[in-house]
């Protein structure tokens, strides 16, 4: 015995949902390890960013109206970043030769 098609919707027809355009994704720093934002100051108009550095093992905090971390922003910007990749770069070039 063959199996009839579903019977077909009821009511009006639900829009198509389009998918949100790709967000361009920047640049992150490769030490990083984790990223917290949340709300902070009164009312929640302050954003806290809190973020894990491989570097250091510490968490640095920046907070503000629309703070922009080095970390997520511009990681050549930051002094452990420069440090450490100057490192990794010095032992590449001495397995190298």
Known sequence: MRAEPPPPPRGRPEPQRQSAPPRPRGRRCPYLEQIIRESAGPF??????????HVDRRTHKFTGRHPVPPCVSEPESCGLYQA????????IRRYVE
């Open 44 to 53: 929640g108009l302050l954003t806290r960013y809190k973020a894990d550095c």
């Open 84 to 91: 450490e990749h100057g490192d990794e770069d010095d032992r």
